[in-house]
């Protein structure tokens, strides 16, 4: 079955703290996964996609296929990080629909 | 920085009525999709459309849903006759080729 699964529903740190938001997988074949970030009231934002292993804001994540893993971290917590966060696969051909966690939300306490 | 945007922010009709949500996606992109959110829950993918036909459907985007591409500019997902459940925030989101999506800021749909 495909399935994302982000087991934190909320996540609290202190400012400055590392975070890391955990993401595990089930997919048959090799996905690629992707972060999205949603602000208060705002769009689903692209932050990361695990080919491109670049760092956005401070955020990085390594695809451990292994353990089926897409964590994402991020050594520094700032309080403007706070927002949901969401752990996607998606296929490598076809429609490349999406298949979403049901999402961390990371507050970052001042 | 081109974005997909979507019409109406939000919208509250009774049980029974029809709904259009649009979606003007960025304009070279091939793919369409729409997603659906119910508050509190997670992001769920409803249809996606490519060479003006539906490519992938999931179980929730049932005969009450259709999709279409009427004018080669807007995408639009209508609802036929709502129900209380389709109460949700709706996301549009296009690509160009191969797999990142872009989103728009969405639909919220109120079903009273």
């Known amino acids: 079955a495909q399935r994302v699964t982000q087991p934190e529903k909320l996540l609290s740190v202190f400012k400055g703290a590392p975070v890391e938001l955990k993401c595990n997988y089930s997919?048959?074949?090799?996905?690629?996964l992707f972060w999205y970030v949603q602000y208060s009231r705002q769009r689903l934002q692209l932050l990361l996609r695990?080919?491109s292993r670049e760092s956005i804001k401070g955020f990085t994540a390594d695809l451990n296929k292994g353990e089926t893993s897409f964590h994402l971290k991020k050594p520094f917590a700032q309080e403007e990080d706070s927002a949901m966060y969401y752990c996607?696969?998606?296929?490598?051909?076809?429609?490349?629909?999406?298949?979403f966690g049901t999402g961390t939300r990371l507050k970052v306490l001042a | 920085e081109p974005e997909v945007t979507q019409t109406p922010s939000h919208q509250v009709t009774q049980m029974g009525q029809e709904v259009i949500l649009r979606c003007v996606p960025i304009?070279?992109?091939?793919?369409f999709y729409w997603y659906r959110q119910i508050l509190g829950q997670k992001v769920e993918f409803l249809v996606s459309?490519?060479?003006?036909?539906?490519?992938?459907k999931s179980e929730i985007f049932d005969d009450q849903f259709s999709v279409e591409r009427p004018d080669g500019s807007n995408f639009t997902l209508k609802i036929r006759s709502t129900k209380l459940e389709d109460s949700a925030m709706y996301f549009c989101?296009?690509?160009?080729?191969?797999?990142?999506?872009?989103f728009g800021e969405g639909s919220w749909l109120t079903v009273v």
């Open positions: 695990h080919i």
């Open positions: 459309f490519y060479n003006n036909e539906i490519s992938e």
């Open positions: 997919y048959s074949g090799s996905p690629e």
């Open positions: 989101a296009t690509s160009q080729v191969g797999n990142t999506i872009y």
């Open positions: 996607a696969l998606s296929g490598t051909s076809g429609t490349y629909k999406y298949i």
């Open positions: 304009s070279n992109h091939l793919y």
